[in-house]
């Protein structure tokens, strides 16, 4: 089943905006983050792959009105295995939004990796 989900997300805090269930893979397809702040912020985004903390951002510097993009063109996914995690961290005293799109499978045999 595919989802797409928004968030406000809050400032100074991790916002976990996927948080794949018991059962399932989450395959995702898209991962759009904006600064709807008046002025340049930054943003810190982890993965959590089986435990293993993998930070995709850290510090990066947003502009006001600037937003990034990860994924949208058909080939670019990722694959997050059950209780994987996706967070989002922005500076204090800032404004970001974020948009995901995913697609819930179920769990396929686990490799070693």
Do not use: C
């Not at 850290?58 to 059950?82: C, H, I, M, T």
């Not at 204090?92 to 819930?104: D, G, K, M, Q, W």
């Amino acid at each position: 089943m595919k989802f797409s989900h928004g968030d406000a997300l809050t400032a100074g805090s991790a916002n976990t905006i996927l948080d794949v269930p018991a059962g399932y893979d989450a395959i995702v397809t898209y991962l759009f983050i904006s600064n709807t702040t008046g002025s340049s912020k930054n943003l810190d985004a982890r993965w959590v792959h089986g435990g293993t903390n993998i930070d995709f951002l850290a510090g990066k510097n947003v502009g006001s009105g600037d937003f990034l993009e990860f994924g949208g063109q058909y080939g670019e996914f990722l694959v997050a295995k059950e209780g994987d995690t996706l967070t989002l961290t922005p500076e204090a005293a800032s404004t970001f939004v974020s948009i995901i799109s995913f697609e819930l499978v179920t769990a396929t045999p686990r490799l070693n990796f």
